[in-house]
């Protein structure tokens, strides 16, 4: 069963806040904003080095939700507007957006506006894509993920490792 920790960055404008668990490292963030979000450096996301509407605009672009923003300046929260959208992504996950209530055993409920979802079976956090699918060798037909490649992410199968992702430890 799924257990998330999500650990909050809290910075003068907005609070960043991000949970390993749903991290599929497809590297949005690093690739959207070097300086408040950086793998080598404690604590990595540093939520003051550019402006609010900056940071907010990048951790809309993480795909599993495991980032997520509150406004502390009085602007809007995310909301997701429009009907729940689910995309199958060639070979992966499922990706929901919309308002998405995920419950957990122990009762509580988060509300996330993007999510990844298993469809492979290979999960270890159900149901929550963790990239599994990429060991498994999973095939099926859906739309490519639409990032960036970078020299932090060459190439689509081959994320950050989990495992050297010193947010983890
Ligand atoms: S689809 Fe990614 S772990 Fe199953």
């Not at 993480?62 to 507007?81: I, K, N, Q, T």
């Not at 159900?126 to 060798?137: T, V, Y």
Request: glycine share 8%.
């Amino acid at each position: 069963m799924f257990e998330g920790v999500r650990k909050v960055y809290r910075g003068r404008d907005i609070e960043v806040s991000f949970d390993l668990e749903l991290c599929v490292h497809v590297a949005e963030c690093l690739r959207g904003h070097r300086e408040v979000f950086q793998l080598n450096r404690r604590p990595w996301i540093l939520p003051d080095a550019a402006g609010a509407d900056e940071v907010a605009e990048v951790v809309r672009r993480c795909p599993s939700g495991a980032l997520l923003y509150h406004r502390l300046d009085g602007r809007p929260d995310e909301d997701p507007e429009g009907p729940t959208q689910a995309t199958p992504i060639k070979n992966g996950p499922l990706l929901v957006t919309g308002k998405i209530e995920v419950r957990r055993e122990d009762g509580t409920v988060e509300t996330l506006p993007r999510a990844t979802l298993c469809r492979c079976g290979q999960f270890n956090h159900k149901p929550f894509c963790d990239n599994q699918h990429l060991a498994a060798g999973f095939r099926a037909p859906g739309v490519p993920f639409r990032i960036q490649l970078s020299p932090i992410r060459p190439q689509l199968d081959q994320p950050i490792s989990k495992a050297e992702d010193p947010r983890g430890r």
